[in-house]
């Protein structure tokens, strides 16, 4: 994945700090905002990881610190959900002004219903996708019942929540109380997708029960079935991931990634507005080649000139192993490293003259063996006999024609 650290300013002109992950080897078809839960950050180990699924997929996926948490400024206890869903219309407004403008929201918890308020405020949301979210904001005030009557008497008290301590006050409370999550979701003209786990102690499943009554369809549910509520194990945020990438494709336009038919060895097709990047079938394998970003690409793909040095690496390991097994030496591991350039030959009669540069593979090979020295140096004699290194040695040649 290409992972981004970025900052952008809410309304009060605090600078807030997200991660942008976008997609290794393409393009960002459609780009994502998330929302993490209830004093959590952009780091959470659940959170990154539905947001690298969702990159796999394509998406391209903005978390940030929702103001006063993580690496963000402000003062959170001067914060309140109204605030935290600003915080996502500013970061959808970031995104549009230098990406595209988000299609879908996903939330987490509190940020699932955080998310459900700022799609009325985010114009191009087209769907969303909560995760183990409360029915009622007000039901936070749960994890705060040690403290409420203190934070009623003297506007605010110090709660600790998950081992950190956080201020809050009243006018969080106030802002709970105010916000009705069914009567949003009732309005709702957009894809709903709610995901809950049937074990969730904090939030119970009758919360998705009751957001799912109350919206619309198009919807769907989706049981996190062992699943605890932070999805501390990793296989449930990368099934959380997954299953969101998939949903959404039904609810937003991504474009149909044309497959290449090779009748011949490889098919390389190239178009005008790609810049470097070639997509291409090998057999019957999809892959795409690029340029570096300092030579003009993306950097999404291999350089061609890497393919072939790879081609030579890959035909050098295959040999040496399949020359041990004949001989039943025992070779646990071979690794080929290559490196190409343009070198003066070792017999350089006129150095000085630039073309008189050769295209040099350097290769090196390590062995993962217990082989003596006599068996080393017969690997390395097999190494040159490589079907790539000896069609790189002879005389070739290439036959182009146009076809219609």
Not at 74 to 99: Q, R
Not at 154 to 172: E, H, P
Not at 209 to 223: C, G, N, Q, V
């Amino acid at each position: 994945m290409d992972l981004k650290k970025v900052t952008f300013t809410n309304t009060n002109g605090e600078k807030l700090s997200g991660r942008l992950e976008l997609p290794s080897d393409q393009h960002p078809h459609n780009f994502v905002l998330f929302a993490h839960c209830f004093t959590c950050n952009k780091n959470l180990s659940a959170v990154v990881n539905i947001s690298r699924e969702l990159a796999d997929k394509g998406f391209g996926v903005l978390r940030f610190d929702f103001t006063g948490l993580g690496e963000s400024a402000g003062d959170f206890s001067n914060t309140n959900f109204s605030g935290n869903v600003e915080d996502l219309v500013a970061a959808a407004s970031w995104l549009e002004e230098n990406y595209q403008a988000p299609t879908l929201l996903v939330g987490h918890s509190l940020g699932g219903a955080a998310v459900i308020f700022a799609a009325e405020k985010i114009k191009s949301i087209q769907a969303i996708a909560t995760i183990s979210a409360p029915s009622d904001p007000n039901h936070v005030k749960k994890l705060l019942k040690n403290s409420i009557k203190e934070i009623e008497t003297t506007g605010q008290a110090i709660v600790n929540l998950s081992g950190r301590d956080f201020t809050i006050k009243q006018q969080f409370l106030h802002d709970l109380e105010t916000k009705s999550l069914p009567d949003v979701v009732k309005k709702l003209r957009k894809a709903l997708l709610v995901m809950h786990s049937p074990q969730d102690t904090l939030v119970g499943i009758s919360n998705a029960e009751e957001i799912y009554s109350a919206a619309r369809h198009p919807k769907s549910f989706i049981s996190l079935d062992g699943a605890d509520h932070l999805l501390m194990k990793k296989e449930d945020s990368q099934y959380v991931g997954m299953m969101i990438g998939s949903w959404a494709n039904k609810y937003l336009h991504v474009p149909i990634q044309e497959k290449l038919i090779s009748k011949t060895a490889v098919t390389a097709r190239l178009k005008s507005n790609d810049g470097f990047l070639t997509k291409m079938a090998v057999g019957n394998h999809f892959m795409v080649a690029d340029e570096p970003i300092e030579f003009g690409g993306t950097g999404f793909g291999p350089s061609p000139y890497e393919f072939l040095s790879a081609g030579l690496a890959a035909c050098t390991a295959m040999t040496i192993q399949m020359y041990a097994k004949q001989k039943k030496w025992e070779i646990k591991e071979v690794q080929v490293k290559i490196n190409y350039d343009k070198k003066h030959a070792k017999d350089c009669e006129n150095c000085e003259n630039p073309d008189a540069k050769i295209d040099t593979f350097s290769r090196e090979i390590h062995l993962d063996s217990h082989l003596d020295k006599k068996q080393k140096e017969r690997i390395l004699q097999i190494a040159d006999k490589c079907p790539v290194h000896k069609t790189l040695h002879n005389k070739i040649q290439v036959l182009t024609k146009l076809i219609d």
